[in-house]
């Protein structure tokens, strides 16, 4: 199986100043499920992949897939798939001529130009001049040439940029089925709602530096806080109750008799009002928006690189 490994992965580029773009960076990505890759805006995520590509060298560490530097490999296009900028096909070229050009300069056989055309629902446009393609469109296409090999590994920066609400619902799918099917998949993307709806890893960035590496489900039960909303006819006794409890109490935003409790799950907040024998009209979990915990993580990041930049690299935070 093929896993994407970075080991200690640093990249300067040198202008008047040096930015540092990737600094110190190890993770490993696993085969067999969708790893999404999140970061803001130049965290250093197409860096990372560039890197990986054999596209930029490292200032210093290693990038390898499979053990191996890409660049080393024998047939790249069949083990890694890419798509790091849609803009990137010839604008007068057809589609499905963008791909046949690919296929053959690469070894591949023809017939997955066809098959990768009807994956990604391009069939009927692929004789169109891709100048013609919205950016949905290309996205689909780069998407296309980046499964044209049949890759164990795939890499994909932003591929949702530009999709409609139909193209995400078909990239979740496509992503979550190349992951069952055991290829090692990265997905980069600054949101994190979207990316926690189809990824089963996380790895986050924060100015060229590891801030999580951690399954999504344990990023979601470590960041966002219970919130139970109930509904009740005698809401002076259900906040002694609560209180009494040590819970939080706060009346909803919406005020018709519904109030917020953080801190215990609705199971709680049910036995106890049972026992009491508060009536109870509603009692619904929520949790508090990913999105907000996610920009607290890198916010906090931002922070802490700003005040210790002349101590060693900051550790990836615990969570
Ligand atoms: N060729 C380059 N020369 C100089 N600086 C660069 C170069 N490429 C990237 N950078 C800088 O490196 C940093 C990381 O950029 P990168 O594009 O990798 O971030 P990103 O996480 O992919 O961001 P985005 O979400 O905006 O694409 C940024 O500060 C960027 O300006």
Known sequence: MTSIDVRNLTKEYRGRQVTRAVDGLTFRVEPGRVTGFLGPNGAGKSTTMRLVLGLDRPTSGTATVGGRPYVTLAEPLRAVGALLDAQAAHPSRTGRNHLRLLAASNGLPERRVAEVLDETGLADAAGRRIRTYSLGMRQRLGIAAALLGDPGVLMLDEPANGLDPEGIVWIRGLLRRLAAEGRT????????????????????????????????????????????????????????????????????????????????????????????????????????SLEQAYLALTAEAAQFTTRTAASPAASPQEV
């Open 185 to 288: 998949v990265l997905v980069s993307s600054h949101l994190m709602n979207e990316t926690s709806a189809f990824a089963d890893h996380l790895v986050v960035l924060g100015r060229g530096r590891l801030l999580a590496d951690v399954p999504t489900r344990d990023f979601i039960d470590a960041h966002s806080q219970d919130r139970v909303r109930v509904r009740t006819g005698d809401p002076v006794r259900l906040r002694a109750v609560l209180r009494a409890k040590g819970w939080t109490v706060g009346e909803a935003p919406d005020g018709d008799g519904r109030w917020v409790v953080e801190g215990a799950s609705a199971e709680e907040i049910g036995a106890a009002t049972a026992r009491e024998g508060i009536p109870v009209f509603e009692l619904a979990g929520e949790r508090a």
